[in-house]
């Protein structure tokens, strides 16, 4: 069953049009995008403001240099390559471990160190970036998923993308990968989306292909149990990156490893909108509650306030409210 226009937006729904002109366009200087845009720069900046990211192990930026990426990579069991400008997770290569001569997948791939300079090179030919341009590829450390959620995700790792808007986190899913998605967290690829209440870090609603979901669909865990560790922690986190990018709407895409804690994966200036068919409910009531705050609090006070009025009550559950179509967020 789908909605109609008028019971979306009595649920506060926005669509892109909305989000695009009232939100992005008001709040999001475009000279800055550069800043979320280039992973590496992002990465750069966040070093500088002392928020946790992936170690970079090193980033090749010519051809002359693919053919000393053994050199770069000597001595680490696993690590992530990831073009600089890329978007929606597309050129995005996990090594979970080194077997010899080969590199392992988390799919149990093998690949040959001649995979890897062909792919380094299609990332610096600008096949995964914005707008085809040349890019940067870049070499980051393996991340130790926290243990207490591998019953949740496929041969992947789950982050959780939190909506910043003015500093304040407004809205969080988690987003777990299945089989269907490769092993990667994108919800339009068939990856698993799990709405977080922002006060407590747990579950409050799961879909997968836009249809309510309870369990994960290749590890049958239910998923009403999860609980996200370092929840404040991470809400601040992703919060500060406010300040640090100047930007007042804002994703931010987080991971939990087990030795560091949380940890910033990457930003993104025009977030999608999904999130809100994983939480079940709309973003603009709790837009409209931040526009009416004062400036000048810090990030301890602004999440403290979003957990405070943002709360769920409920817990994950088989809902039978009309799903919230894409389609339906489009405009």
């Keep these: ?16 049009n909305r989000r695009n002109i009232r939100y992005i366009g008001r709040y999001n200087n475009r000279r800055l995008y550069p800043l979320v845009d280039d992973k590496l720069k992002t990465k750069l900046l966040a070093e500088k403001y002392g928020i946790t990211t992936p170690a970079l192990i090193g980033t090749v930026t010519t051809q002359f240099e693919v053919k000393h990426v053994d ?12 073009p600089a400008k890329g978007s929606g997770g597309k050129g995005i290569l996990v090594i979970e471990r080194v077997d010899g001569d080969a590199f392992i997948k988390p799919s149990g791939a093998r690949l040959s160190l001649t995979d890897l300079h062909r792919h380094i090179s299609n990332i610096l ?36 993308r939190v ?8 809205m969080a899913m988690m987003r777990l990968s299945t089989a269907a998605s490769d092993g990667k967290a994108n919800l339009h690829q068939g990856a698993v ?5 922002i006060a407590t870090g747990t579950a409050v609603r799961g879909v997968q292909f836009d249809r309510s979901r309870l ?3 290749d590890t049958g865990h239910e998923l009403s149990s999860l609980l996200i560790p370092d929840w404040s922690g ?12 100047g930007l007042g709407y804002l994703g931010t895409d987080m991971v939990i490893d087990r030795n560091l804690g949380p940890m910033l994966l990457e930003l993104n200036a025009r977030p999608g909108l999904a999130i809100q068919m994983a939480n079940g409910e709309g973003l603009r009531p709790r837009l409209d509650l931040v526009e009416k705050q ?25 809902r039978s409210e009309p799903e919230l179509a894409p389609s339906s967020l489009s405009t």
Aim: glycine share 12%; hydrophobic share 40%; charged share 20%.
């Design 294 to 318: 004062p400036e000048g609090l810090d990030v301890k006070q602004r999440v403290a306030f979003a957990q405070r009025h943002f709360a769920r009550r409920g817990v994950l559950k088989n």
């Design 163 to 170: 909506i910043i808007f003015r500093g304040y986190p407004v």
């Design 215 to 217: 369990d994960h669909p």
């Design 193 to 197: 989306g799990v709405g977080l209440d």
């Design 234 to 245: 991470l809400l601040e986190l992703a919060a500060g990156c406010y300040e640090m990018t």
């Design 125 to 160: 030919s600008g096949l995964y970036s914005l707008g085809g341009t040349p890019d940067v590829a870049m070499i980051e450390a393996l991340i130790n998923f926290d243990e207490k959620l591998s019953e949740y995700t496929y041969e992947g790792v789950p982050d959780i």
């Design 71 to 82: 050199e770069m990579i000597a001595g680490h069991d696993g690590f992530v390559i990831k």
């Design 1 to 16: 069953m789908w909605a109609w226009p008028s019971q979306l937006s009595s649920r506060g729904i926005i669509g892109m």
